[in-house]
């Protein structure tokens, strides 16, 4: 059974860098990539970031390129989210996803949830604020 399990939300000031984990388990070989996504109160949930499971392939939001690296450990089966320089505007409730899609599906197309089906963990808030 999959399971993804986020942690290192928090509170941190303008200017300041935190760094999310997911941790899966259960991930079979249709699981073509693990992405970030966000969701701020009264807005929809937008793809912040997604690696591929296998291969180097990566994608980031135009709102955090620059600032965000995603990045993976296999042998710990995790995967990070270091985010610096974070404005309030990164404010929002952080979620993982596994993400189950057909071969050749881009990462661009993954992350931007227009294909592939995700499998999303509890979620971890982040607050950027002074």
């Known amino acids: 059974q999959l399971q993804l399990v986020e942690s290192g939300g928090g509170l941190v000031q303008p200017g300041g860098s935190l760094r999310l984990s997911c941790k899966a388990s259960?991930?079979?070989?249709?699981?073509?990539?693990i992405g970030w996504f966000r969701q701020a109160p009264g807005k929809e949930r937008e793809g912040v970031s997604c690696i591929r499971s296998s291969g180097g392939g990566t994608h980031y939001a135009d709102s955090v390129k620059g600032r965000f690296t995603i990045s993976r450990d296999n042998a710990k089966n995790t995967v990070y989210l270091q985010m610096n320089s974070l404005k309030p505007d990164d404010t929002a409730v952080y979620y993982c996803?596994?993400?189950?899609?057909?071969?050749?599906?881009?990462?661009?197309?993954?992350?931007?949830?227009?294909?592939?089906?995700?499998?999303w963990g509890q979620g971890t808030q982040v607050t950027v604020s002074s």
């Open positions: 259960g991930l079979t070989s249709d699981y073509y990539a």
């Open positions: 996803a596994a993400i189950r899609a057909r071969p050749f599906t881009t990462i661009q197309a993954m992350c931007s949830m227009t294909s592939g089906t995700p499998y």
